[in-house]
């Protein structure tokens, strides 16, 4: 592995906490809050069915019609507005979890190029970046709004290294989602796991080149 120059991070779960999510999620479905994950795999599922069929929707908007699916499928009376007051004010206001603004002041330190390419939408990427304290600590934060596809489609990541104009041997995904670091691997791009509770790599996909348990870890294997 050759050192990168450019380091690309995923946002929501790589950097940002989903509990209060959870909490909002759960509450809006009942108390269910082991939901969760088939709510945000469901709104990852047609977001991929979007790209397959050239269509796009934010990523809220889907968020938003994927809770209304799983409320349907328990049974649970959700119309369009409650399905938004429980994801979007929340979403953009999510922590940044404990490692992070440590681990991001010290890759910066060490004189690496930092990035964010997020899914969300251009504002609510923004917002989300500012009142969790991250804005300035990356040179550009990118959203998959500006080429109307999802991640993990390679049009996401070209995106970001034409901007850049970097090769994607010299830039390097992180995330701590194995969906992401697949398209980023399949364009090239270096690529390194934050292992988030709960998050688990794909056997059929190749290895990433670093796999840590956060921030500060990448920071420490990154080392100059």
Known sequence: MSRPTVLIFDVNETLLDLTPLKTSVGSTLNGREDLLPLWFSTMLHYSLVENSIDQYHSFGDIGVAALQMVADREGISLSPE????????VIRSLPAHPD?????????????????LTNSSTAGAEAQLQNAGLTDLFEKRYSVEAVRKFKPDGATYRMVLDDLGVAASDAMMVAAHAWDLAGAD?????????????????????????????????AKRLAR
Request: glycine share 6%; aromatic share 6%; no cysteine.
């Open 82 to 89: 409650q399905a938004r007051e429980a994801i979007v004010p």
């Open 100 to 116: 992070v603004i440590e681990g991001l002041r010290e890759l910066k330190r060490q004189g690496y190029r930092l990035v964010s």
């Open 186 to 218: 399949h364009v090239g791009l270096q690529t390194a796991f934050i292992s988030r509770p709960g998050a688990s790599l794909y056997p059929n996909a190749n290895k990433p080149d670093v796999i840590v348990d956060d921030l500060r870890e990448l």
